[in-house]
């Protein structure tokens, strides 16, 4: 097997590392590691909310919903994410929070991928 190639489900690998995919949390010499960027396949039960505000972003993300309803709580607003497709852009400095409206599938993609960030599992309403 090519070790340059990985074949997966996202569901399945994601449930390994809260739905994240991809960044450098992945073993070193995995395809899967890198620095440059982070990216997960969320899947949240309605009512599921983020456990705290994110303070301190230091990253870039692209939140895409692929299902659901899903809410993306910013300092001065609020984007509802309601079509397959919907989604939502915030840059480094900007705080956020989330919950998901409806049973909610997203794709977050985060860049770049820093070490020693991760907060509380994500809590029920």
Not at 91 to 114: F, K, M, N
């Amino acid at each position: 097997m090519d070790d340059r190639v990985y074949v997966g489900n996202a569901a399945v690998d994601g449930a390994a590392d809260a739905g994240w995919l991809l960044g450098h949390f992945k073993p070193a010499g995995d395809v899967r590691h890198s620095a440059e960027v982070e990216v997960k396949w969320g899947v949240h039960p309605a009512g599921e909310t983020r456990s705290r505000w994110a303070t301190g972003e230091r990253r870039t993300a692209l939140l895409v919903l692929v299902s659901g309803a899903f809410r993306v709580e910013l300092p001065d607003r609020t984007v509802v994410l309601r079509a397959p497709g919907d989604y939502v852009v915030w840059g480094r400095g900007v705080d956020h929070s989330w919950y998901a409206e409806r049973e909610s599938t997203v794709l977050t993609v985060r860049w770049p991928s820093v070490p020693g960030y991760r907060v509380d599992p994500p809590v029920r309403r």
